[in-house]
């Protein structure tokens, strides 16, 4: 009987690694470098050092171990296998069996943003949940989709790649992915900044945003909790493009439940409540009564579900 796991997130600057008992409590957590160079040959290698140098530490039977759930930065076939992971320096790669022959446990991949979903339905804001949609804002917008507690990966990996959702056919300038008018444009910290910007320039009134030498999506919100009109207007064009966006998703996969994750989200109760405004104006009748929620997990979201990605053997 599996007493252990494994779950890591893979970054570009850290690998995050925890040791849970199967019934998602943390007994450690630590991180090591990630070691980039020469096409990131030696970041399995450090991963499966760190871990089995973990099971010798602490005395486990490697019989007891269920495996290693891992979350990486980009698609994830069901072979195990990634296309790519850009920010690795990796091409085609088979993690699962990689880290599996230097490991010698049982290994699941799975794409970072998902398995954060995960995570979060297990242990974090969705608790509870069996149906979830996980949205992430940061320098971009990524996002998880779980149905019937299974995440949707897809025919390509890409199944839950919201930020790319085509949401302005007016937009003239390109996305990071090179298409325009994609949600991430307005709603990440930098779709928020840029939407700041605009508004200081097209539009006259005070406002303290008119001080602020750098704008950012927390500077922005911090004036609008303080009640300035401009940050009003910019706070709400954002909502609008991410509640709408998320009322198309509920006719897509109808979640028990929106969790709001990611650096932005960390301007908290207002973040939700104005976005809520516009989802509940669109949403399909049987779907407009879906609570939308803040992630609890932050930085951990992705150790969890990489763990609760290698305990869920149908996954």
Request: glycine share 14%; aromatic share 6%.
């Amino acid at each position: 009987m599996a007493k252990w796991c494994f779950g890591i997130d893979l970054g570009g600057t850290t690998v995050k690694c925890a040791l849970f008992q199967t019934d998602g409590t943390v007994e450690e957590k630590w991180e090591i470098v990630t070691r980039t160079e020469n096409n990131g040959e030696a970041i399995l290698p450090d991963i499966a050092a760190t871990i089995l140098a973990k099971i010798e530490e602490k005395k486990i039977d490697k019989a007891e171990v269920a495996g290693v759930g891992i979350g990486v930065p980009g698609p994830v076939e069901e072979t195990g296998e990634i296309p790519c992971a850009v920010n690795l320096h990796w091409g085609r790669k088979n993690i699962e069996k990689e880290l599996g022959d230097l490991t010698g446990l049982a290994v699941k991949a799975g794409n970072d943003a998902n398995v954060a979903a995960l995570g979060e339905m297990w242990k974090g804001g969705g608790q509870g949940a069996k149906n979830l949609i996980l949205v992430t804002l940061g320098t971009g917008v990524g996002g998880g989709i779980i149905v019937n507690e299974k995440i949707v990966t897809g025919a390509h990996g890409a199944g839950g790649e919201i930020g790319h959702a085509f949401v302005n056919p007016a937009e003239t300038k390109a996305c990071n992915c090179g298409n325009k008018g994609c949600l991430e444009q307005y709603a990440s910290a930098t779709g928020i900044a840029r939407l700041a910007k605009e508004a200081l320039e097209s539009e006259t009134e005070d406002s303290v945003l008119r001080t602020v030498k750098n704008i950012s999506a927390k500077s922005v919100f911090d004036a609008y909790k303080e009640g300035d009109v401009l940050a009003g207007k910019i706070v709400d064009k954002f909502a609008a493009y991410l509640g709408n966006a998320l009322a198309v998703f509920a006719c897509v996969s109808d979640p028990d439940v929106f969790v709001i994750g990611g650096g932005v989200s960390k301007a908290g109760q207002v973040l939700i409540d104005a976005v809520e405004k516009y989802y509940k104006a669109h949403a399909f009748t049987a779907s407009k009564e879906t609570p939308i929620k803040l992630a609890t997990l932050g930085n951990d979201a992705g150790i969890y579900g990489a763990a609760k990605l290698i305990l869920s053997k149908d996954n």
